[in-house]
């Protein structure tokens, strides 16, 4: 008799108990994970500058990990705010998981850690379908990636619990629609929280903090990411196409960035799209890690 298994879900689960575990530790010590999500060249690596810069001059114990399929550039910009700053390298893998997080902050993030600010692979696909035991998931989309961005993404979209819009100085040069970007937004998760911010201008700088503040301070409460329906869908993000289910290593480096074509923004050069668990039998192989120095 065979037994059928369902990979994707048993890959998943395991990343849930990692992450509720996880969440469990760092609420204890006091420190509230930010999950931030966006697609490549939104403006996220430049806003959580401002935001870290922000934290130091407020005093708060704050720390940010940044994770890339290659280079430490980002951690490097990171590192100018003078706060604790880790780079994970990927090579090749597309999203962090909640068992990788845990193994990088061992060790490294300092007790008095009240905020971490973990800023995911640039990807919208993926790292939506991973718990990291964060307190609050944020997604950026920025004004000149089209008012459409979250009925394209709605898992991404469906479970964040504050959307982002950065770049509003180019938002007339652009000619952004607001109004239809925070209706999609509505559509697939109604009653989230929509906030606009320009790094570049500084407009809107400090929600981050905020957000993650009140959440800290116990006057906002969220439930785990994971647990949420996503809106509209009648499904968990659990139940979205993970279906090929294929298992490679991650070793061609591909980038789940913007592909040319229609579909689902993922581009592998491979051919093969869609949501996918990457069922690997060790993250951990796959990843590298740099801590820079701070002043």
């Avoid at 990927?90 to 973990?118: S, Y």
């Avoid at 799209?273 to 990457?278: A, E, R």
């Amino acid at each position: 008799m065979c037994r059928v298994v369902d990979l994707k879900q048993a890959v998943l689960a395991k990343n849930d108990a990692a992450a509720h575990t996880l969440r469990a530790e760092l609420t204890a010590r006091g420190t509230v994970t930010v999950n931030l999500l966006s697609s490549p060249g939104s403006g996220k690596t430049a806003l959580l500058e401002r935001e870290l810069l922000l934290a130091k001059e407020r005093g708060l114990a704050v720390a940010a990990l940044t994770a890339d399929l290659a280079t430490e550039n980002d951690a490097v910009r990171l590192a100018r705010s003078g706060v604790p700053v880790k780079q994970v390298l990927t090579d090749g893998l597309c999203h962090l998981e909640a068992g990788m997080l845990g193994r990088h902050l061992d060790g490294w993030l300092p007790d008095a850690t009240r905020l971490l600010f973990v800023e995911n692979v640039g990807n919208l696909v993926c790292p939506a379908s991973y718990d990291l035991g964060e307190s609050l998931r944020v997604v950026l989309a920025s004004v000149t990636e089209g008012e459409d961005k979250p009925l394209k993404y709605p898992t991404a979209f469906g479970l964040a619990q504050l959307v982002v819009v950065n770049k509003t100085d180019i938002a007339g040069a652009v000619e952004f629609d607001e109004d239809a970007f925070r209706a999609n937004v509505q559509q697939v998760n109604p009653g989230v929280e929509v906030v606009q911010t320009s790094a570049r201008s500084g407009a809107g700088v400090g929600i981050l903090l905020d957000r993650a503040t009140a959440v800290a301070d116990g006057a906002a409460t969220h439930a785990p990411v994971m647990a949420r329906q996503v809106s509209g869908r009648g499904t968990s993000t659990h139940e979205h196409d993970h279906g090929h289910g294929h298992g490679h290593g991650h070793g061609h480096g591909h980038d789940h960035g913007p592909g040319p074509g229609p579909g689902p923004e993922h581009g592998h050069p491979s051919g093969h799209g869609g949501d996918h668990p990457h069922p690997h039998s060790d993250p951990q192989q796959h990843v590298r890690h740099a801590t820079v120095q701070t002043p």
